[in-house]
């Protein structure tokens, strides 16, 4: 169970998102928009590979797919996609070390990934990661005519509950090009809640 915010920088200055999210595995999340007062009550909830949303100003749930899957959530450089996407990357990737780097002062190797399957939204991708806390220090990923699509870039990273995780990450769309990158900020996280089941289920949208 999570707090964050999303600090988004566009053309017209910045604005912050905070949100809270409930995570149980890899197939199940809600996400409840609680800032700004416009997207406050905005609802997310993914099963498996489907995603739904509510909007409280129209009082509508949407299932996202196909094309609105590539569009931005809440004006972020991130995609619905994006959040869709299964983290365990070695179950859509041949994975490839091809060397090694610092990334700041950590010792890092580079990966690179080759996508598996047609498809996926990146066909391929080059990830830095930490040698000592395996965390993803960066990452590119490409089109695939070799085009860069987006970056990412780990600002900083905590220690919690013997867990080395990303604290701040900062996310840019190569493509936007009025686009000041997002910011993700990791307010609070709880390991190994107990969450209740109807908290993934479709009821919940509309409460």
Do not use: C
């Not at 595995?25 to 416009?38: A, N």
């Not at 797919?65 to 869709?84: I, K, T």
């Not at 365990?88 to 060397?99: C, F, K, M, N, R």
């Not at 085009?147 to 990412?152: G, H, M, R, Y």
């Amino acid at each position: 169970v999570m707090n964050a915010q999303m600090v988004i920088e566009g053309r017209r200055g910045s604005r912050t998102v905070a949100f809270k999210s409930w995570v149980r595995g890899v197939d199940e999340s809600f996400t409840e928009y609680l800032e700004p007062p416009r997207e406050k009550g905005v609802k997310m909830l993914k099963l498996g590979d489907q995603l739904w949303a509510y909007y409280p100003t129209t009082d509508r749930t949407i299932k996202i797919s196909g094309h609105m899957l590539r569009q931005s959530v809440m004006g972020s450089d991130l995609s619905y996609e994006d959040l869709m996407e299964d983290p365990l990357l070695s179950s859509i990737y041949e994975p490839e070390i091809t060397g090694e780097e610092m990334v700041g002062d950590r010792p890092s190797w580079v990966l690179h990934l080759t996508a598996a399957r047609e498809d996926l939204a990146y066909d391929s991708r080059t990830l830095w990661v930490d040698k000592e806390r395996f965390v993803i220090l960066r990452e590119h990923r490409f089109a695939k005519s070799g085009k860069l699509l987006k970056t990412t870039d780990v600002i900083e990273v905590v220690e919690q509950d013997g867990r080395w995780i990303a604290k701040e990450v900062d996310f840019r769309d190569a493509l936007k090009s009025d686009s000041g990158g997002t910011r993700f900020v990791l307010d609070t996280i709880v390991f190994n809640e107990e969450i209740p089941d109807y908290v993934f289920s479709k009821a919940v949208l509309r409460k």
